[in-house]
Structure formats: structure tokens, C-alpha cells
């Protein structure tokens, strides 16, 4: 199976777990969910779900039940979207090439649908009933983690805010990356793992992985935000000049910036090791990260 199908059909799983997931258009209250599933339902790569399941099957787990649990991922990071959108946050039109949450439904349902996402999320977790309860808490630990304020998601946003129009130190630009980004496709590869029962040392090479390749995603981010196109990326191209953002080409250049993503892929590729030919879809997914387009 060639790295496309391969993610095609993965993307299915996931997309078939988030419409079980998810209330329909039809329930009340119907424009919640209408705001929801239109976030949800309106493109994506689902790389955090398949990464979570990618991690699973290098344990050797059945991807039969775990894109049931990987699909709280998506369900998190379109939450995340949404609110990033916001005329608050980096006020952006579009999103996966179709008018943001906001624009569609209006600021108030946007941040409700985002709420909604957030907690759903949770709620998938917690009723994996063929999970051994030990490894749910565990899952509900890092998803929560991955998305909080210490080292996470939203303590990564916050520390982007600050360093709008400002100089920043390579330490600084490297905590935004990691958190900002980093945090939740690290959270990904080790929900998958911890669902399929990894020992220690298969949990801290996909630990490794995740680290080296959510960095290498976002430097990745950044350098197309300069060089891509809104209709290739599905969302406005050049906001982060704009708003002055703390980015590695504008600390490093496109050139310094190319090579440290592809340093990043070197690191993740070694830190796979330990899992043999069983991460030969993890070892593509993260080439795939270093050469998109979009």
C-alpha cells in the first residue's frame, strides 16, 4: 500500500469514528452542531488522528478500535482552529479553504463550538469501554497535557501572543513551536501508544519521534505561510509577517529554517530505532511532514 492510500484509508477510520461521535445537524440545539460539524466535516489531513493510529499499529495493536480514541485528537485540534480564528486571537477568514467558524455562524457560536469540541473530546475518551481503564485515565491525562497551558497548546498560544512584533531568542521561538504545535502531535504518537499497551522503551522512542516531528511540522508551517499561496494552503498566506509573528524564517531565514526542519526529520527517523520495520508508516508520515506543500 503506497504512503497515500495509506492515509486515505486511515482518514476514513477517522472520519467514520468522528460522524459516530459527534451529534447530528438534527439535534437540538441544531446550530450548534451545524457550527461544530461544519469546522469538523470541512476538510483536513487528520494527521494527528493517523499518527496516533500509525503509533498503535508500530506497537502492533488493531487499528479496529483505536481511531475510536485517536479521533479526540481531531476533535481537540479543530476546536483549537476554531478559536484561533477568532477576531481575538489571529482573525482569519478561512480555514480549509471555506469561511471560518465565526464568519459562518457568528463569534458567540464559534467560541460554543469550540467549547463543544473541547469537551466532547473527553467524553469519547472516557467511553472507550474496551480500554482497560488504567491506560483511559492515562490517555485523558495526555490529551489534557497536550492541550494545557504548562508546555502545551495553549500555554504555547499565549506565549505567541506575547512575542507579537517583538524580538525573541531561539529558546523562546523553540517553547512556542514545541508547545504551540509540538505539544499535541507529541500527545498523538503517545495516545496511540499508550492505547496499545507500549512498554517503556517503545513509549519513549515515540515520545522522541513526536517531539523532533511536531517541531519540524511547524517550521514547516511558517516556511509555507511565507512561500505558499491562500488557495494552496486553505487559509490566509502571509498573516505571519503580518502580524509580526515569532517565526523561523523570520529569526532564521527560509534556508537555516529548511535545514532545521530536516534536522528535525533525521532525529525522529533515529529516535523510531527501537520499533523496527513496524514504523516504516511513521517514518513516511514524517518525510510527508518535511515536503507538503499545503
Known amino acids: 500500500m503506497t504512503l497515500d492510500n ?27 452542531h451545524r457550527a461544530m460539524r461544519h469546522s469538523l466535516f470541512g476538510g483536513g489531513k487528520r494527521i494527528r488522528p493517523i499518527l496516533a493510529i500509525a503509533a498503535a499499529e508500530a506497537i502492533g495493536s488493531d487499528v479496529g478500535a483505536v481511531e475510536r480514541s485517536a ?14 480564528d477568532l477576531p481575538a486571537l489571529d ?5 480549509r479553504g471555506r469561511p471560518t467558524c465565526h464568519k459562518a455562524f457568528g463569534d458567540a457560536m464559534a467560541i460554543l463550538a469550540g467549547d463543544a469540541l473541547l469537551t466532547l473530546a473527553f467524553q469519547v475518551l ?5 480500554v482497560p481503564s488504567e491506560r483511559r485515565v492515562r490517555m485523558v491525562a495526555e490529551l489534557a497535557t497536550g492541550a494545557g497551558t504548562v508546555n502545551g497548546m495553549i500555554g504555547g ?14 529558546a523562546q521561538l523553540e517553547y512556542i513551536h514545541r508547545s504551540k504545535t509540538g505539544a499535541l502531535i507529541r500527545a498523538s504518537v503517545r495516545i496511540g501508544a499508550i492505547y496499545a499497551g507500549a512498554n517503556q522503551e517503545q513509549f519513549t522512542a515515540l515520545s522522541d519521534y513526536g517531539t523532533h516531528i511536531g517541531l519540524a511540522f511547524q517550521i514547516v508551517d511558517d516556511i ?7 488557495e494552496t494552503l486553505g487559509k490566509t498566506a502571509g498573516k505571519d509577517a503580518a502580524q509580526q509573528k515569532a ?11 529548511r535545514e532545521h526542519a530536516k534536522q528535525h526529520l533525521i532525529h525522529a527517523v533515529e529516535a523510531l530505532g527501537p520499533l523496527g520495520e513496524g514504523s516504516v508508516r511513521l517514518r513516511e508520515i514524517a518525510e ?4 507538503r506543500s499545503a
Open 157 to 170: 498560544q499565549v506565549a505567541d501572543l506575547e512575542a507579537e512584533g517583538k524580538q525573541v531568542e531561539a
Open 247 to 257: 517565526t523561523f524564517p523570520a529569526l532564521y531565514g527560509l534556508v537555516a529554517s
Open 71 to 84: 479521533c479526540a485528537l481531531e476533535l481537540v485540534h479543530t476546536y483549537s482552529l476554531i478559536h484561533d
Open 288 to 291: 510527508r511532514i518535511i515536503t
Open 91 to 95: 482573525n482569519d477568514d478561512f480555514r
Open 6 to 32: 495509506y492515509l486515505a484509508s486511515r482518514r476514513g477510520l477517522v472520519d467514520a469514528a468522528l460522524e459516530q461521535a459527534v451529534p447530528s445537524e438534527r439535534d437540538y440545539p441544531e446550530i450548534i
Open 224 to 230: 509555507l505561510d511565507v512561500v505558499g499561496s491562500t
Open 126 to 130: 472516557s467511553e472507550l469501554e474496551d
